[in-house]
């Protein structure tokens, strides 16, 4: 029997680099004061899981605990377009977010009650990203036009 020649392209496990060290600095000290976010990163691709893929990557945000807000990012910008989703998982309600994001865009405060997509221009600063409500899961979305997930210095 012949070995499947697009079996390669299907990923079912998280195989992207850990997180940055400073990023995960920002998230032990928000757990320190009591204020965390219980996620799952399910996915992520990127050249250096499949060789010429872009990147992309999926995760669960299942609960925030604590009192205050829970970011999961800096400000930054990026070389590349990038595509950053949140859905809710009310099936009674799909377009409901069944929570509240705090999210920034070149410096502008927005608030995302709703099911939705955003695209952020090469070169627009965005984030960071705050969780204030988290009423039933979400699910979060990236992706970008380039191989890797880099900022831009």
């Given at each position: 029997m012949t070995e499947p020649q697009y079996g390669k392209y299907i990923i079912t496990e998280d195989l992207m680099p850990p997180m940055a060290p400073e990023l995960a600095k920002l998230i032990e000290d928000q757990a320190k004061a009591g204020n965390t976010l219980d996620r799952t990163l399910l996915l992520g691709m990127q050249d250096s899981v499949i060789k010429g893929s872009f990147f992309a990557g999926c995760e669960i945000i299942w609960e925030l605990t604590g009192d205050g807000p829970v970011t999961i990012e800096a400000p930054h910008a990026h070389d590349f377009d990038e595509v950053i989703g949140f859905v809710g998982t009310d099936r009674s309600q799909p377009r409901a977010l069944n929570g509240e994001i705090e999210f920034w865009l070149g410096g502008e405060?927005?608030?995302?009650?709703?099911?939705?997509?955003?695209?952020?221009?090469?070169?627009?600063?965005?984030?960071?990203?705050?969780?204030?409500?988290?009423?039933t899961p979400i699910v979060m979305f990236e992706a970008g036009n380039n191989t890797t997930y880099e900022k831009a210095d």
């Amino acid at each position: 029997m012949t070995e499947p020649q697009y079996g390669k392209y299907i990923i079912t496990e998280d195989l992207m680099p850990p997180m940055a060290p400073e990023l995960a600095k920002l998230i032990e000290d928000q757990a320190k004061a009591g204020n965390t976010l219980d996620r799952t990163l399910l996915l992520g691709m990127q050249d250096s899981v499949i060789k010429g893929s872009f990147f992309a990557g999926c995760e669960i945000i299942w609960e925030l605990t604590g009192d205050g807000p829970v970011t999961i990012e800096a400000p930054h910008a990026h070389d590349f377009d990038e595509v950053i989703g949140f859905v809710g998982t009310d099936r009674s309600q799909p377009r409901a977010l069944n929570g509240e994001i705090e999210f920034w865009l070149g410096g502008e405060q927005h608030f995302i009650t709703q099911t939705c997509l955003i695209y952020i221009p090469h070169g627009l600063t965005h984030c960071p990203i705050y969780f204030r409500q988290v009423n039933t899961p979400i699910v979060m979305f990236e992706a970008g036009n380039n191989t890797t997930y880099e900022k831009a210095d």
